[in-house]
């Protein structure tokens, strides 16, 4: 499903304009991405949430050339689907 399509079905689905859900759908990002920098969790009911998780400093090695480096650590994005979301992709 494309964006375009996300938003005629989100939409028809709550029944507001295909402007306002395009908008909200634009701000979302940069509302998380504030978030996630201040330090909270993002939790969309019945869908997931998204937090930020710090990655230990590891050693990576370039592929093309061989050449093995160290990354540093820091924090990373990730999303955890609700269970119930699953469940019901699960059948």
């Known amino acids: 499903m494309k964006k375009d399509e996300l938003v005629t079905a ?6 507001e ?14 509302v998380a991405e504030a978030a996630l920098k201040q330090g909270k969790t993002v939790t969309i009911n019945g869908l997931g949430k998204i937090d930020a998780a710090e990655r230990a400093a590891r050693e990576v090695r370039n592929p093309q050339t061989g050449e093995k480096k160290m990354a540093e650590a820091h ?11 699953k469940a019901a992709i699960r059948g």
């Open 10 to 15: 989100l939409a028809e689905a709550s029944g």
């Open 75 to 85: 924090m990373a994005p990730r999303f955890k689907f609700a269970a119930p979301f």
């Open 17 to 30: 304009t295909k402007s306002s859900v395009a908008a909200v759908l634009a701000a979302l990002p940069r």
